[in-house]
């Protein structure tokens, strides 16, 4: 059936706000900018090949690495990169061989450190020791990238969260739902957030705007 001519002449402006509203700076599609990451910037649009349509209901079938934590250091490692940069959190193994060691300074550290192992000296004791790269930091799971669970735990120091589980996304909320409050609180819900808390140029949340925890 044709359009009308009053529908060929209305749907361009629909078109237009409907841009409009899912490119406003409110939205939660700007990455780090207070909401989640833009979807497509972690996940594929479409089912990728060589998956059936009904072979799991698991959204990490559509991730665009391996795994969470490889596509994190999608964009939070740069190969190449020798001298510190905010957004980054991990060296490239190639960045950082035999007696150079990791170079970005994030709060967070480098994850380059848990594969970098040190032995000095001969024999046990006072002679000599050794300080293995799984004792360097948070062994977090990006497979894509050389990075594995700690050999020496299955589970947390004290806890029971599973050590092959560990990655990124298990302390950062790549969907951007969790928030802070002007009171201090934290919710999941509520006012929206229009920009990052997580920056020291970050704005303070105040009695209609969160910001930010990712």
Known sequence: MARSPRIRQIFPVLLTLFLVSTTNSDTAETFHSGGGGDCIGCHFLHRPDGVSAGASNDNSISLMALDPGSTCLKCHLNVGEKRPNSYLVASADGDMPSGVPPAQLSPGGDFGWVKKSYSWGTGGGDG??????????????????????????????????????????????????????????IGKTGIPIPAS?????????????????S
């Open 128 to 185: 000599g020791g050794s300080s293995p790269g799984e004792r360097h930091g948070h062994n977090i799971v990006a497979l894509d990238y050389g990075f594995v669970q700690d050999a020496g735990r299955s589970s947390a120091p004290g806890g029971s969260f599973p050590a092959a589980q560990l990655s990124c996304i298990s302390c950062h909320d790549p969907h951007g739902k969790y928030r802070r409050l002007a009171d201090g609180s």
């Open 197 to 213: 808390g997580s920056y020291d140029t970050s704005p303070d949340p105040s009695g209609d705007r969160a910001v930010g925890v």
